[in-house]
């Protein structure tokens, strides 16, 4: 299993920039927009696996589980960021796992349903306390609005190369943040061998319900 985390001294400048350097990097967007930043190859094919596991992997990946553990683990790392730094997948299949910048700004909503939740752009002092919804009047406003998480996939980072005009201490704090970010996809990797390694997929068969249209007398 190849191992993305890496140990860098962080007293030596030339080290710090080797690694910053040499780190694989990836669209944040598409190719058209040249846009790039630390990224982590997670192709199933690319990480030193058996084909037996790869096979494994391949299979789990046809269940929703198997991307909510996942997603689950990149929100982790962007909420412990205060999501000024976020970690999430791109490429086509999404194979790729690459470091984003974003923050968290109040929303524009300013009061919510009490009942089931709904919410809306509007405050109870402008349009009343029903919900549109669920018709109940349980609409209350917010003290504060609620944050909203806001990603800026079009914005690469340090593609100007120029760590040499850098700071020490800019480029260790830089340095730590794509070692969190390579453990960050270790430990992506190794969630999902155990997860292969303890868990089987299996078919379930669901009933969807469905609408048809049939004739009825008419009546009366
Ligand atoms: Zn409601």
Same mark, same amino acid.
Not at 87 to 108: D, K, T
Not at 127 to 142: E, F, L, S, V, W
Not at 159 to 182: G, I, K
């Given at each position: ?6 140990s ?9 920039t ?8 990836? +669209? #944040?967007? $598409?190719?058209?927009? *040249?846009? =790039?930043?630390? /990224?982590?190859?997670l192709?199933?094919?690319?990480l ?6 790869i ?8 269940t ?19 999501y000024?730094?976020?970690?999430h997948?791109n ?6 796992l ?27 002092? +402008? #349009?009343g $306390?029903i919900?549109? *919804?669920? =018709?109940?009047? /349980? ?8 944050m909203?998480?806001v990603t800026?996939?079009?914005?690469g ?8 005009t850098?700071?020490?201490?800019e ?18 990797v ?9 868990w ?8 969807v ?10 009546t009366?």
């Amino acid at each position: 299993m190849i191992q993305f985390a890496k140990s860098v001294d962080l007293r030596s400048r030339k080290s710090m920039t080797d690694y910053l350097r040499s780190h694989f990097r990836y +669209n #944040t967007m $598409n190719s058209w927009n *040249r846009s =790039q930043s630390y /990224a982590c190859n997670l192709k199933i094919d690319r990480l030193g696996l058996t084909c037996e596991m790869i096979d494994k992997l391949y299979d789990m990946m046809e269940t929703q589980e198997f991307f909510d553990i996942q997603e689950k683990m990149l929100d982790e790392f962007s909420a412990d960021h205060e999501y000024r730094w976020q970690a999430h997948m791109n490429g086509r299949s999404g194979g790729y796992l690459v470091l984003y910048q974003g923050e968290l700004i109040p929303s524009e909503y300013q009061s919510f349903c009490t009942v089931c939740g709904q919410r809306n752009y509007t405050s109870v002092r +402008n #349009t009343g $306390n029903i919900c549109g *919804r669920c =018709q109940k009047p /349980a609409r209350k406003d917010y003290t504060s609005p609620p944050m909203q998480i806001v990603t800026y996939p079009g914005k690469g980072l340090d593609e100007e190369d120029d760590y040499e005009t850098w700071e020490l201490y800019e480029l260790r704090e830089r340095v730590r943040l794509v070692q969190e970010f390579d453990r960050l996809a270790d430990r992506m990797v190794k969630t999902a061998v155990n997860l292969a390694q303890n868990w089987t997929v299996e078919e379930e068969e669901i009933l969807v319900p469905q609408t048809q249209k049939i004739l009825v007398p008419i009546t009366g």
